[in-house]
């Protein structure tokens, strides 16, 4: 278990010019999205559950999927 088992991360820049990260991961069983934020331009992570998914689509643009 752990953070070993996230794999194919999708990492944003929410606002550019800034230090936070925002990186989505799918576990190894694809049961669930995680995310993890860092506020240091990536040098420490944060990672917590999530139930969406974001990915960038265009210049500060992020779209957000999930279930229907």
């Not at 990260?21 to 992570?45: M, P, Q």
Request: hydrophobic letters at 35%; aromatic letters at 6%; one cysteine or more.
């Amino acid at each position: 278990g752990g953070s070993a088992d996230l794999v194919q991360p999708s990492v944003v820049r929410p606002r550019a010019g800034q230090a936070k990260l925002v990186a989505f991961f799918r576990d190894r069983r694809a049961k669930a999205i995680y995310r993890a934020c860092s506020n240091d331009d990536g040098k420490t992570w944060d990672v917590r559950s999530a139930e969406r998914r974001g990915c960038r689509v265009a210049p500060r643009t992020i779209a957000r999927a999930h279930p229907s």
